[in-house]
């Protein structure tokens, strides 16, 4: 039966209550679902060079990992998501999303895909931690 959480105090308590490593699996899940959306976003968005087809698109190459905070986070955060092109298109999807001066213009995928999503992402963390919770 679901239980209706208001407040993050309520949600705060809820995930303790379980586990703690049950609970990290079942923060990173929801998150990971909630990322699949912005990564499917951007690479829908991703510019593609049709002259070299030796590479793999860039498109193909966008990941998407969920961490525990590192040191340099926030001490009230609970996870990092982590999405956007592998080591080896880095370059290109800087310049892609911010152009260059040697002519080739902005057509930004990243910041885009994440301020289309976020209300969706927001809501789909939401619902499956409410599955998971209650």
């Known amino acids: 039966m679901a239980k209706d959480v208001i407040g993050i105090e309520e949600l705060e308590k809820a995930l303790l209550e379980l586990e703690v490593e049950a609970g990290w699996k079942t923060l990173r899940t929801a998150i990971n679902e909630g990322a699949k959306l912005i990564q499917n976003d951007m690479a829908a968005n991703a510019n593609f060079n049709e002259s070299n087809v030796t590479e793999p698109h860039m498109a193909d190459q966008i990941s998407r ?20 092109p592998r080591k080896g298109h880095k370059q290109k999807a800087i310049a892609q999303e911010y152009g260059q001066k040697r002519g080739q213009i902005a057509i930004p995928f990243i910041l885009p895909a994440l301020e289309r999503n976020a209300e969706q992402v927001v809501k789909n963390i939401d619902s499956s931690l409410k599955k998971a919770l209650f």
């Open 65 to 84: 990992a969920v961490r525990k905070p590192g040191s340099r986070s926030r001490r009230d955060t609970a996870a990092v998501a982590i999405i956007g």
